[in-house]
Protein backbone atom coordinates (compact mmCIF):
# COMPACT_ATOMS: atom_id res chain seq x y z
CA UNK A 1 0.00 0.00 0.00
CA UNK A 2 1.82 2.92 -1.31
CA UNK A 3 -0.76 5.50 -0.09
CA UNK A 4 -0.33 9.04 -1.43
CA UNK A 5 2.75 9.29 -4.10
CA UNK A 6 4.14 12.47 -5.86
CA UNK A 7 6.04 12.99 -8.62
CA UNK A 8 8.91 14.17 -9.37
CA UNK A 9 10.80 14.87 -6.17
CA UNK A 10 12.94 17.41 -6.87
CA UNK A 11 13.07 19.69 -10.43
CA UNK A 12 14.31 22.76 -11.49
CA UNK A 13 12.98 25.15 -13.98
CA UNK A 14 13.67 28.03 -15.97
CA UNK A 15 11.39 31.39 -15.40
CA UNK A 16 8.32 30.64 -18.13
CA UNK A 17 8.97 27.04 -18.39
CA UNK A 18 6.00 25.01 -17.34
CA UNK A 19 5.68 21.84 -15.83
CA UNK A 20 3.07 19.00 -14.34
CA UNK A 21 3.26 17.67 -10.90
CA UNK A 22 1.34 14.19 -10.53
CA UNK A 23 0.02 12.91 -7.33
CA UNK A 24 -1.79 9.46 -6.57
CA UNK A 25 -3.71 7.95 -4.01
CA UNK A 26 -4.21 4.20 -3.79
CA UNK A 27 -6.67 4.81 -1.09
CA UNK A 28 -9.64 5.09 -2.77
CA UNK A 29 -10.58 8.31 -1.32
CA UNK A 30 -12.83 11.21 -2.54
CA UNK A 31 -10.94 14.13 -1.76
CA UNK A 32 -7.63 15.31 -2.96
CA UNK A 33 -5.42 18.62 -2.16
CA UNK A 34 -2.18 20.73 -3.26
CA UNK A 35 -0.34 22.71 -0.98
CA UNK A 36 2.70 24.83 -1.05
CA UNK A 37 5.14 24.95 1.91
CA UNK A 38 6.95 28.12 2.52
CA UNK A 39 9.45 28.66 5.09
CA UNK A 40 7.35 30.66 8.26
CA UNK A 41 4.38 30.60 6.45
CA UNK A 42 3.23 26.94 6.79
CA UNK A 43 1.15 24.86 4.48
CA UNK A 44 -1.41 26.81 1.74
CA UNK A 45 -4.07 25.65 0.21
CA UNK A 46 -3.69 25.80 -3.52
CA UNK A 47 -6.68 23.55 -5.87
CA UNK A 48 -8.49 21.24 -4.18
CA UNK A 49 -10.98 18.45 -5.23
CA UNK A 50 -14.03 16.58 -3.89
CA UNK A 51 -14.25 13.61 -6.35
CA UNK A 52 -13.06 12.97 -10.00
CA UNK A 53 -13.71 15.83 -12.50
CA UNK A 54 -14.40 18.46 -9.35
CA UNK A 55 -11.68 21.02 -8.81
CA UNK A 56 -12.00 24.16 -6.89
CA UNK A 57 -9.78 27.26 -5.70
CA UNK A 58 -7.90 27.09 -2.46
CA UNK A 59 -6.17 30.02 -0.50
CA UNK A 60 -2.92 30.33 -3.45
CA UNK A 61 -5.09 29.32 -6.90
CA UNK A 62 -3.12 32.17 -8.68
CA UNK A 63 -0.54 30.68 -11.22
CA UNK A 64 -1.41 27.16 -10.96
CA UNK A 65 -4.17 24.86 -12.62
CA UNK A 66 -5.49 21.27 -11.75
CA UNK A 67 -7.28 18.44 -13.12
CA UNK A 68 -8.63 15.20 -11.62
CA UNK A 69 -9.62 13.03 -15.02
CA UNK A 70 -9.73 9.67 -12.54
CA UNK A 71 -10.52 9.43 -9.21
CA UNK A 72 -7.12 8.40 -7.90
CA UNK A 73 -5.03 11.27 -9.74
CA UNK A 74 -4.92 14.75 -9.38
CA UNK A 75 -2.95 16.90 -11.64
CA UNK A 76 -1.00 20.61 -10.58
CA UNK A 77 0.35 22.81 -13.75
CA UNK A 78 2.28 25.84 -13.93
CA UNK A 79 2.38 27.38 -17.39
CA UNK A 80 4.59 29.62 -16.30
CA UNK A 81 6.31 29.13 -13.55
CA UNK A 82 7.84 32.46 -12.25
CA UNK A 83 10.83 32.37 -8.67
CA UNK A 84 7.62 33.34 -6.42
CA UNK A 85 6.66 29.49 -7.11
CA UNK A 86 9.81 28.26 -5.36
CA UNK A 87 8.47 26.06 -3.00
CA UNK A 88 7.91 22.25 -1.68
CA UNK A 89 4.40 20.92 -3.24
CA UNK A 90 2.59 18.37 -0.99
CA UNK A 91 -0.56 16.53 -2.18
CA UNK A 92 -2.76 15.06 0.50
CA UNK A 93 -6.08 12.92 -0.03
CA UNK A 94 -8.74 12.28 2.58
CA UNK A 95 -11.87 10.14 2.82
CA UNK A 96 -14.09 12.11 3.74
CA UNK A 97 -14.90 16.22 4.12
CA UNK A 98 -13.08 16.87 7.26
CA UNK A 99 -11.49 13.75 7.77
CA UNK A 100 -7.53 12.83 8.37
CA UNK A 101 -5.64 14.09 5.38
CA UNK A 102 -2.77 11.55 4.33
CA UNK A 103 0.72 13.17 2.89
CA UNK A 104 3.06 12.42 -0.03
CA UNK A 105 6.58 12.92 0.22
CA UNK A 106 6.71 16.00 -1.01
CA UNK A 107 7.99 18.00 -4.56
CA UNK A 108 10.39 20.62 -4.27
CA UNK A 109 10.64 23.20 -7.36
CA UNK A 110 13.02 25.36 -7.67
CA UNK A 111 12.23 28.12 -10.45
CA UNK A 112 15.36 30.27 -11.82
CA UNK B 1 -11.93 33.81 9.55
CA UNK B 2 -9.87 31.20 10.70
CA UNK B 3 -6.30 31.25 11.64
CA UNK B 4 -3.75 29.60 14.08
CA UNK B 5 -1.06 31.14 15.97
CA UNK B 6 2.35 28.55 16.92
CA UNK B 7 4.83 29.73 19.42
CA UNK B 8 7.98 30.71 16.83
CA UNK B 9 11.05 27.97 16.63
CA UNK B 10 13.60 26.81 16.51
CA UNK B 11 13.29 24.91 19.83
CA UNK B 12 16.40 23.10 21.03
CA UNK B 13 16.26 20.12 24.03
CA UNK B 14 18.34 17.68 25.48
CA UNK B 15 16.97 13.78 25.27
CA UNK B 16 14.30 13.38 28.37
CA UNK B 17 13.75 17.20 28.59
CA UNK B 18 9.74 18.25 28.52
CA UNK B 19 8.62 19.64 25.61
CA UNK B 20 5.31 22.23 25.19
CA UNK B 21 4.58 23.73 22.02
CA UNK B 22 2.01 26.91 22.16
CA UNK B 23 -1.02 26.95 19.65
CA UNK B 24 -3.98 29.07 19.98
CA UNK B 25 -6.57 29.52 17.64
CA UNK B 26 -9.38 31.75 15.76
CA UNK B 27 -12.57 30.15 14.25
CA UNK B 28 -15.80 31.43 13.70
CA UNK B 29 -17.37 28.00 14.56
CA UNK B 30 -16.76 24.78 16.66
CA UNK B 31 -13.43 23.33 15.25
CA UNK B 32 -11.98 20.38 15.27
CA UNK B 33 -7.75 20.47 15.87
CA UNK B 34 -4.67 18.59 14.86
CA UNK B 35 -0.94 18.58 15.50
CA UNK B 36 0.39 17.07 12.33
CA UNK B 37 4.31 15.80 12.56
CA UNK B 38 6.74 16.31 8.70
CA UNK B 39 10.07 14.04 9.89
CA UNK B 40 13.24 15.11 8.17
CA UNK B 41 12.77 14.57 4.27
CA UNK B 42 9.08 13.40 4.70
CA UNK B 43 5.42 14.43 3.92
CA UNK B 44 3.27 15.66 6.88
CA UNK B 45 1.48 12.77 9.31
CA UNK B 46 -1.37 12.99 11.52
CA UNK B 47 0.07 13.00 15.05
CA UNK B 48 -3.47 13.78 17.31
CA UNK B 49 -6.25 15.31 17.19
CA UNK B 50 -9.55 16.10 19.48
CA UNK B 51 -12.95 17.41 17.58
CA UNK B 52 -14.91 19.19 20.66
CA UNK B 53 -13.81 21.18 23.95
CA UNK B 54 -12.25 18.81 26.46
CA UNK B 55 -11.17 16.49 24.45
CA UNK B 56 -7.54 15.00 24.55
CA UNK B 57 -5.49 13.88 21.52
CA UNK B 58 -2.63 11.31 22.52
CA UNK B 59 -0.46 9.50 20.40
CA UNK B 60 3.27 8.34 21.17
CA UNK B 61 3.56 10.17 23.99
CA UNK B 62 2.42 13.43 22.78
CA UNK B 63 -0.55 14.74 24.38
CA UNK B 64 -2.91 18.05 23.34
CA UNK B 65 -6.19 19.39 25.22
CA UNK B 66 -8.50 21.44 22.96
CA UNK B 67 -9.41 24.30 25.52
CA UNK B 68 -12.26 26.34 24.17
CA UNK B 69 -12.23 28.73 27.00
CA UNK B 70 -8.46 29.70 25.76
CA UNK B 71 -8.44 28.68 22.47
CA UNK B 72 -5.68 26.75 22.70
CA UNK B 73 -4.17 23.45 21.83
CA UNK B 74 -0.90 23.33 23.09
CA UNK B 75 1.06 20.53 22.62
CA UNK B 76 3.43 18.41 25.47
CA UNK B 77 5.20 15.39 25.80
CA UNK B 78 6.92 14.28 28.80
CA UNK B 79 10.54 12.83 27.74
CA UNK B 80 11.51 13.66 24.58
CA UNK B 81 13.65 11.60 22.46
CA UNK B 82 16.01 12.29 19.97
CA UNK B 83 13.68 10.60 17.11
CA UNK B 84 10.93 13.12 18.23
CA UNK B 85 13.01 15.60 16.15
CA UNK B 86 10.49 17.29 13.10
CA UNK B 87 8.33 20.39 12.57
CA UNK B 88 5.46 20.25 14.06
CA UNK B 89 1.95 21.99 13.37
CA UNK B 90 -0.95 22.90 14.73
CA UNK B 91 -4.20 22.90 12.31
CA UNK B 92 -7.82 23.27 12.49
CA UNK B 93 -10.67 22.13 10.44
CA UNK B 94 -14.34 24.18 10.84
CA UNK B 95 -17.78 23.56 8.43
CA UNK B 96 -17.66 27.72 7.57
CA UNK B 97 -14.28 27.10 5.67
CA UNK B 98 -15.87 23.95 4.45
CA UNK B 99 -13.68 21.50 6.33
CA UNK B 100 -10.73 22.47 4.79
CA UNK B 101 -7.00 22.89 7.26
CA UNK B 102 -5.78 26.15 8.09
CA UNK B 103 -2.16 25.31 9.69
CA UNK B 104 -0.19 27.43 12.14
CA UNK B 105 3.93 27.88 10.46
CA UNK B 106 5.11 25.31 11.87
CA UNK B 107 7.67 24.86 14.92
CA UNK B 108 11.16 22.97 14.26
CA UNK B 109 12.21 20.94 17.35
CA UNK B 110 15.48 19.48 17.82
CA UNK B 111 16.46 17.07 20.41
CA UNK B 112 20.06 16.10 21.12
CA UNK B 113 21.56 13.40 22.87
Known amino acids: NAGVTQTPKFRVLKTGQSMTLLCAQD?????MYWYRQDPGMGLRLIHY???????AKGEVPDGYNVSRLKKQNFLLGLESAAPSQTSVYFC???????????FGPGTRLLVL | GNSVTQMEGPVTLSEEAFLTINCTYT??????LFWYVQYPGEGLQLLLK?????DKGSNKGFEATYRKETTSFHLEKGSVQVSDSAVYFC????????????FGAGTTVTVRA
Open chain 1, 92 to 102: ASSDARGGTQY
Open chain 1, 27 to 31: MNHEY
Open chain 1, 49 to 55: SVGEGTT
Open chain 2, 27 to 32: ATGYPS
Open chain 2, 50 to 54: ATKAD
Open chain 2, 91 to 102: ALSDRSNDYKLS
